[in-house]
C-alpha cells in the first residue's frame, strides 16, 4: 500500500508524520522498521501515527526506527501540533498521546510549546528493578532518574567533549536496574539557565536531539539544584527551552520545521 507523509525536524530531532485520522492505522513493528531504515525506507528518530480521538484533536502513537512503541515524544507532539494547528487556524490545540491530553501552543518565531506533564519521581515510575532513591542511582558516575513517559537517566559531567556517548549509552540502556530499558544523557551544565546535553536514545543511538531526553535531564538537574527553573538546552542539533517549576507539568519550546513530503509504498503482510 501506499501512505502520504511528512518528515520535519525540531533542533535535529528529526521525525516522520503519517496521518490515518478517519482512516485504518496500518502501521506494525516490521512496517515501522521499514520506514525508519535510512538506507531502504525514509528514516527518522521517531514516527507519530495521527488517528482520530474523541476528547482531542488527534490521537498520537509513536515508533522507534528499530520498531518498538514509545509512550511519548516531545519533539514529533509538537510537529503534529503545529500542522494541526495550521489545518485548524488557531493557536492553541490539545493532543493525545499515552502521556495524557497535552496542551501545545504556536509560540513566536515558528516555535511551537508542549506541556509535557508532571515528571514521575518514584522508582516503580521510571521504572527501576527495586526501590531505591531516584536522585542518587547506585552507578558509577552517580547519575538520577526519572520518567516522562518515558525513563530517562541522566548524568552531569564536568567536559561533555571527553564522553564516549556511542560505547557508554547502549551498556546503560540496557543496564539490569532498567527493566525497561532507558535514555541515558550526558550533561554539562553551563550556568544555572544553561546546559549543553548528548543523548544515547532507548531503541534509536544516539540522535542531535530528543525533546523529552531535554525535559528529563533539566528536571533531575533541577531536581539536584543545579539548575533554575527555566533552562536552555543545547542539543547537536540546535536549542530548545525546558520550563518546569517542581511540581507541574514539563513545558518545552522550539523551532518545528519541515523537511519533505511525499508518498512512501510500504508491503503489507
Not at 531504515?37 to 522507534?64: M, P, S, Y
Amino acid at each position: 500500500m501506499t501512505l502520504p507523509f511528512v518528515k520535519m525536524h525540531a533542533h535535529g530531532d528529526d521525525f516522520l508524520i503519517i496521518d490515518r485520522r478517519g482512516l485504518d492505522d496500518p502501521i506494525s513493528a516490521q512496517v515501522a522498521r521499514r520506514l525508519g531504515n535510512r538506507h531502504t525506507g525514509i528514516g527518522f528518530n521517531q514516527l507519530a501515527v495521527v488517528l482520530d480521538c474523541a476528547d482531542a484533536a488527534a490521537r498520537i502513537k509513536f515508533w522507534n526506527p528499530n520498531g518498538t512503541p514509545l509512550q511519548t515524544c516531545g519533539s514529533a507532539t509538537r510537529g503534529v501540533a503545529e500542522r494541526l494547528m495550521h489545518e485548524a487556524g488557531t493557536d492553541t490545540i490539545v493532543l493525545r498521546t499515552d502521556r495524557g491530553l497535552l496542551t501545545c501552543v504556536r509560540e513566536s518565531g515558528q516555535r511551537v510549546s508542549v506541556n509535557m506533564g508532571a515528571p514521575s519521581l518514584g522508582w516503580a515510575a521510571v521504572p527501576l528493578a527495586e526501590s531505591m532513591d531516584t536522585l542518587y542511582l547506585p552507578l558509577e558516575g552517580d547519575p538520577a532518574a526519572c520518567s516522562m513517559g518515558n525513563p530517562h537517566c541522566t548524568f552531569f559531567v564536568a567536559d561533555l567533549a571527553a564522553v564516549d556517548v556511542a560505547t557508554l549509552g547502549p551498556a546503560l540502556e540496557t543496564h539490569v536496574l532498567f527493566p525497561a530499558r532507558t535514555n541515558v544523557h550526558f550533561v554539562q551544565v553551563i550556568d544555572r539557565g544553561h546546559i549543553r546535553l548528548r543523548i544515547w536514545e532507548r531503541g534509536g543511538g544516539v540522535p542531535l536531539g530528543s525533546g523529552s531526553c531535554c525535559c528529563g535531564a533539566v528536571v533531575n538537574g533541577i531536581r539536584r539544584g543545579l539548575l533554575d527553573d527555566r533552562v536552555e538546552v543545547q542539543c547537536d542539533g540546535g536549542t530548545v527551552t525546558v520550563q518546569w517549576d517542581g511540581q507541574g507539568g514539563v513545558v518545552l519550546t522550539g523551532s518545528v520545521e519541515p523537511i519533505m513530503q511525499g508518498i512512501v509504498y510500504v508491503p503489507i503482510g
